[in-house]
């Protein structure tokens, strides 16, 4: 029979690292977020197994997964250590001080928006802060949150309306509404909507199955526009309406600028409700001091305007 083992006080020192694995899923990854090496990771992973007499994360699919017993611990561990991290930190977090490697995921509109500002606000501030970002779509960067592969989202979210998104909170940064561009040679004026309808569009999406709220309200009113040109990158947008009869339908603010020298930026020909442009994150992160000052200069760069993106927005 094998023994029982015991946690000592010297243990407690590996639920943080629990934590980790259980949140990256992968044993270099959370050594980087630890900043400890991985035969460390490794070795912890080890004792951890034992004192729990459960694998916790075994082999599967793209990486490690976690098994029943890790799952059931993932919530209180995540609690607890919130609750003792926030005791601490409310008196001791300073940002220039901080050694940590947060992960997001951006839109190039909030990228747009968002970086020009805080990059050089966390190299000033909190310069061991390290940020990678990647560009998920709408859904995958839900369950990326859910499952800890990111820490914060930034972008249009409508599923976060569903009950089973319950786990996941979010602080509106602003309201923004839809606008419309095309080439205006010939010097035709806004579009109407039969104009509209009958021209092909540009549509720009990371992920094929992202709702588009522009084709939802078209729907809603009989309609169906032809997305002729999907592109899953900004950058390349405006300069395939230059010239073609393509629409381009995004966030008023990316493309109002681009309204010139041939190209016009035009009112939509039907009503569509302004959306919200939030930041998520799931709640495990609530008192973690240093997400937390991080969703504030976020919030706080957004408030001041950020920066008049020249391309990139959440698009029909």
């Not at 972008?155 to 909170?169: E, F, H, I, K, T």
């Amino acid at each position: 029979m094998h023994e029982k083992n015991n946690l000592n006080p010297a243990d407690l020192s590996l639920l943080p690292i629990l934590e980790a694995l259980i949140e990256e899923r992968h044993v270099s990854r959370a050594a980087l977020r630890l900043h400890r090496s991985q035969p460390a990771v490794s070795h912890a992973l080890a004792r951890l197994r034992d004192l729990f007499q459960d694998p916790l994360l075994v082999r599967g699919e793209g990486g490690l997964q976690p098994t029943a017993r890790a799952l059931q611990l993932a919530e209180p561990l995540g609690e607890a250590l919130a609750l003792l991290r926030s005791m601490l930190d409310q008196q001791r977090f300073d940002p220039a001080q901080c050694r940590r490697h947060i992960r997001l995921s951006l839109s190039d509109y909030g990228a747009a928006i968002l970086l020009p500002e805080l990059v050089p606000r966390l190299r000033h501030a909190a310069p061991l802060m390290d940020i990678s970002v990647v560009s998920y779509g709408r859904d995958r960067a839900l369950a990326a949150l859910t499952d800890g592969e990111i820490e914060l989202a930034v972008g249009v979210y409508p599923a976060l309306r569903d009950a089973s998104q319950g786990d996941l909170r979010s602080a509106l940064l602003f309201e923004e509404d839809f606008a419309c561009l095309f080439d205006g040679a010939g010097g035709q004026g806004a579009l109407s909507l039969g104009e509209y309808l009958a021209r092909p569009h540009l549509r720009v999406a990371v992920a094929w199955q992202d709702d588009s709220e522009v084709d939802d309200a078209l729907a809603r009113l009989g309609h169906k526009r032809r997305v002729a040109v999907q592109i899953p990158h900004w950058s390349a947008a405006p300069g395939l309406v230059r010239g073609t009869d393509l629409v381009l339908t995004a966030a008023r603010r990316s493309i109002e600028p681009l309204g010139q020298a041939g190209l016009r930026c035009g009112d939509l020909p039907f009503r569509l409700n302004r959306f919200p442009f939030v930041q998520t994150w799931h709640r495990r992160r609530d008192k973690d001091a240093p997400h937390r000052w991080l969703r504030d200069e976020i919030s706080r760069i957004a408030a001041a305007g950020g920066q008049s993106p020249q391309i990139a927005s959440p698009a029909g």
